[in-house]
């Protein structure tokens, strides 16, 4: 019985050394596959959404502050955007909130 389990092992062996030749002396077999799906051509890039504009963006941080209507929201909005038109429309809810 002995006699069958070496030539067993052996082969494992040399399988299992056949594969870490293959990982060391090449690609991994995960970029060798990925190598093989490319048919030469560039790939396109991801397609990134268009940037916001800046001016709705605060337009809709205005409303929401108007939306709140607390001295902590309008404060805030005039503190993040103080040189934009809207912050004086908020400085003016601000007094009209004070009296």
Known sequence: MKR??????LFGALIALAGLAQTFGGLPAMVEKA???????????PAMPMARDPAIAVAEEYEAAQRKGTREALEL???RHGDDPLAEQARAELKRLSR
């Open 4 to 9: 069958r389990s070496l030539p067993a092992g």
């Open 77 to 79: 909005f005039i503190a």
């Open 35 to 45: 190598k093989a799906d490319d048919s030469g051509k560039a790939g396109r890039a």
